[in-house]
């Protein structure tokens, strides 16, 4: 029910839900990714940080729902702050703003046993020193989150203290916590293997949840959708960091086995719905300051495509979960009134939202079809052959 007493449209619900959706898009979605077995490497892929903005500049003028760009701090600002002013420039040509800063504690050499659980002090103020120089370059960029990945653990039972690493973990991010700035957050994220394959020092979301409430008010636990067991029940995760008014925001993808990084809903929709539901049902307050981001890496579809794909299909799982008639389903819930209640729920989920939310964008004055006007445009030709032509000028110079 609305404020004057009217019962709201799904189309008005499914248009109030888009208004306020935006999703963060990746700078290393953009970029030639692979496997540890090999890259495959795209001619229209981004090689710069320009080339990144670019990139996500044409995405968010399709979706208009991709307002910023994540950076990783090793790939996108190796320079520190010294980047900023550059960054800065890039944000006013290109129309988006940068997002997430992300730290990087998995590729030096000096983290092959840990970066912030390390046992080796020495290596804990390297990392601790990193994670010091990204809150400055967000606070220098304007931006409220660090979303921290710790890839610490071990390999084989007994070689490490299980324990004493977490009082380590402890320790940082307390310092971090305590570098940060009042707009600033720290979101952590967890992921149960890989690279290490026996622990990981955060591996799940009770040790994410620990280790926020431990360092401070401004931390929160960041969900990646790819980094849970399979069949783990990850919207019900989601309700319990909302109840405790701990959840900080989530990376996209999908996953078939694994952390397999593929398009957001290419698997399971159905699970990015209930997680939107449990959103969706939850106190204002609780959700207002979560942060959707997508984490993809695109190895064999086209980056730009992927994006643009991804970005649609969160704005219709979001749209399909907005129109959830949520009073009518507590009822049913109250009242055990199973059948009718899970049909309730399906009946939005199966609900074809496509031709609401094409009317949206046209609203809007956005492209009604983002792909299809992505394909119509020529950009992604365009990028291929000048950053072909590119590549080539740059391989037959070194030669
Ligand atoms: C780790 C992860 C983390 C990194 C990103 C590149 O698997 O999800 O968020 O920053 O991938
Ligand atoms: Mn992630
Ligand atoms: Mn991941």
């Not at 940068?98 to 730290?103: D, V």
């Not at 990392?127 to 990945?149: F, M, N, Q």
């Not at 799940?204 to 067991?229: E, I, S």
Request: with cysteine.
């Amino acid at each position: 029910m609305t404020k004057n007493g009217a019962t709201q449209s799904k189309q008005d619900k499914i248009w109030e839900a888009l208004d306020r959706f935006r999703i963060e898009i990746p700078s290393w979605g953009f970029a030639n990714t692979g496997t540890r077995f090999g890259k495959f490497v795209q001619h229209a892929a981004a090689t710069s940080i320009e080339e990144k903005f670019a990139d996500a500049g044409e995405v968010n003028r399709l979706t208009g729902a991709s307002p910023t760009v994540a950076l990783h701090v090793l790939w996108d600002v190796p320079n520190g702050t010294a980047d900023v002013e550059k960054i800065r420039a890039l944000e006013k040509q290109h129309g988006v703003k940068s997002g997430s800063i992300n730290p990087n504690l998995f590729q030096s050499q000096e983290y092959k046993f840990g970066s912030i659980a390390n046992p080796s002090a020495e290596v804990r103020k390297v990392a601790l020193g990193h994670l010091l120089e990204s809150v400055e370059i967000g606070r220098a960029l304007g931006t409220r989150d660090l979303s921290i990945w710790v890839s610490d653990g071990s390999n084989y039972p007994g070689t490490q203290s299980i324990s004493r690493r977490i009082g380590w973990m402890e320790e940082v991010l307390g310092a971090m916590h305590a570098a940060t700035s009042e707009g600033q957050r720290l979101l952590i994220e967890y992921k149960p293997f890989e690279p290490a394959f026996y622990h990981t020092d955060i591996a799940d979301w009770g040790m994410a949840l620990h280790l926020a409430q431990k360092v401070g008010p401004r931390a929160k636990v960041l969900v990646d959708t790819g980094h849970h067991y399979p069949g783990t029940n990850i919207e019900q995760i989601v309700a319990w960091l909302l109840y405790v008014d701990a959840l900080g925001g989530f990376h996209f993808n999908d996953r078939k086995y694994a952390d397999d990084d593929l398009t957001l809903g290419s698997i399971d929709p159905y699970q990015v719905f209930r997680i939107f539901h449990e959103i969706l049902s939850a106190p204002a307050a609780a959700t207002e300051g979560i942060a959707y981001m997508i984490d993809q890496s695109h190895n064999l579809k086209g980056k730009m495509e992927a994006m643009v794909q991804s970005v649609v299909t969160a704005q219709e799982l979001f749209a399909r979960a907005a129109m959830i008639d949520r009073e009518a389903l507590t009822v049913l819930q109250d009242e055990c009134r199973l059948i009718e209640a899970e049909e309730l729920f399906r009946d939005s989920f199966w609900t074809d939202v496509r031709p609401m939310v094409r009317a949206w964008r046209e609203a809007r004055g956005l492209p009604a079809d983002p792909l299809q006007q992505l394909r119509d445009s020529g950009y992604v030709d365009r990028i291929a052959r000048e950053r072909a032509q590119r590549n080539r000028s740059a391989v037959s110079s070194y030669a």
